[in-house]
């Protein structure tokens, strides 16, 4: 049994089965010589976001990755918004990240009735995909159920945008995860715009810089909006509602 499903008994039944089976499975007595217990039941859940032609569904959790560098150094800075995005999750669903596995903070538990596994890498930013590739294929997550979470360039501060796939769009981190991936890009993300380094100062230096304390508050609010767009795309996948939010995303700080 992994370190993971030994410390979280309370919530392994949610994983796969033959990694995760039930503690609380009751063992029945026979009269033998030399009794044997009952196997644990399996457990399955319906997974959040089935493919309707591939039929019944063997339920397997959400990944969810925030990129960044681990620690104080780096608390607070641009480029460590995905580990607050994944840090605001586990506040509000109360995760406790509490596991060190395949070079990761790990938490373990459930969005609604939905499983799912909580990830900050610590092999720091460029090397992201040393942890979160192990870790998808060690609980075999499928792409469709591997969600990043990172700081993004191209888009306005405190501005977020979910999308089915895409590339790496320059940013080291991503492009280090899709190479751990075989190369893979058909993944979910979650992109928290940080806007980009003003006049000609050096991107770097931007990157590890913390925020000022206006864009502090729209980056708090984004944090807060981030954590309600994730539970619908878990609970409900690609809906109309993930739309819609990155349409007001697009457009919430013009001004008619």
């Known amino acids: 049994m ?3 499903a030994a410390a979280t008994p309370t919530t392994s039944a949610h994983f796969s089965a033959p990694l995760f089976p039930s503690s609380h499975t009751p063992r029945r007595r026979v009269a033998a010589p030399l009794p044997r ?3 644990p039941r399996l457990a399955t859940v319906v997974a959040s976001v089935p493919d309707p032609a591939a039929g019944p569904v063997e339920y397997t959790p959400w990944l969810i990755a925030g990129l960044g560098n681990p620690g104080n150094k780096y608390y607070g ?24 596995q395949s070079k990761s903070l790990l938490g373990v538990g459930s969005i609604g009735e939905v499983p799912v ?34 700081d993004d360039m191209s888009l306005p ?15 080291n981190g991503l492009q280090n995860v899709i190479e751990h991936l075989d190369g893979r890009r058909e993944f979910p993300r979650l992109s928290i715009g940080i806007g980009s380094p003003p006049g000609k100062m050096d991107t770097r230096a931007f990157l590890l810089q913390k925020f000022s304390s206006e864009e ?26 993930i739309e819609r939010f990155n349409l007001v995303q697009k457009y919430k700080f013009h001004r008619v």
């Open 37 to 39: 217990a009952r196997r």
């Open 216 to 241: 502090r508050v729209q980056i708090d609010t984004a944090l807060e909006q981030g954590v309600d767009a994730v539970r619908t795309l878990v609970l409900k996948g690609f809906s109309g509602s």
């Open 157 to 171: 501060n405190g501005v977020l945008r979910i999308q089915r796939k895409g590339g790496h769009g320059r940013h």
């Open 77 to 100: 800075t641009r480029h460590n918004v995905g580990f607050e995005m994944v840090d605001r999750i586990a506040r509000e669903e109360g995760i406790t990240m509490n596991t060190i």
């Open 2 to 4: 992994s370190m993971l």
């Open 117 to 150: 596994l909580l990830v900050k890498p610590q092999s720091y930013m460029n090397y992201s995909g040393e942890a979160i590739g192990p870790l998808a294929a060690y609980y075999q997550v499928p792409l469709r159920h591997i969600l990043l979470v990172y």
